[in-house]
């Protein structure tokens, strides 16, 4: 009889480890899978993202560049009528309202892209 309680209590051992290195296995196998698969989700999302960003880009190109064509259109304008100017100081004081416009103008796209660029850094 005791014999018998050892033999069983040795092959319930025996089966116990089994069943711990199967299930040791499965967790395993479960966890590389889930690994694989927030690798693959990852990639997707960066790749959504990038496109996102592509698309954002461009937008924001097409903007800058429109107004640009426009600020320049103006500023062509504005410098016609500068050249009518007859009065020196007038002139001078306009001259130097338009140059201001200019350097403003070029402060304001190279904000805006560094704003853009500083969104961008946050987002990686």
Same mark, same amino acid.
């Given at each position: 009889?005791?014999?018998?309680t050892?033999m069983?209590?040795?092959?319930?051992?025996?089966?116990?480890?089994?069943?711990e290195?199967v299930?040791?296995?499965?967790?395993?196998?479960?966890s590389?899978?889930?690994?694989?698969y927030? @690798? /693959?989700?990852? $990639?997707?999302?960066?790749?959504e993202?990038? #496109?996102?960003?592509?698309? *954002?880009?461009g937008? %924001? &190109? =097409?903007?800058?560049?429109?107004?640009? @064509? /426009?600020?320049? $259109?103006?500023m062509?304008?504005?410098?016609? #009528?500068?050249?009518k100017i *007859?009065?020196?100081k %007038? &002139? =001078?004081?306009k001259?130097?309202?338009?140059? /201001?416009?200019?350097?403003g103008?070029?402060?304001f796209?190279? #904000?805006?892209?560094?704003?853009?660029?500083?969104?961008?850094? =946050?987002?990686?």
């Open positions: 009889m005791e014999g018998e050892l069983l209590k040795s092959e319930f051992a025996f089966r116990r480890a089994a069943l290195k299930r040791n296995g499965q967790i395993q196998s479960l590389e899978r889930i690994n694989e927030l @690798e /693959r989700e990852k $990639a997707q999302i960066r790749a993202r990038a #496109k996102f960003l592509l698309s *954002k880009r937008e %924001l &190109q =097409e903007t800058m560049d429109i107004e640009f @064509e /426009r600020f320049i $259109a103006n062509e304008v504005q410098f016609e #009528k500068l050249g *007859k009065i020196q %007038l &002139q =001078e004081i001259e130097q309202q338009l140059d /201001r416009d200019l350097q103008f070029a402060e796209q190279a #904000k805006l892209m560094q704003d853009f660029e500083n969104i961008i850094s =946050e987002r990686i």
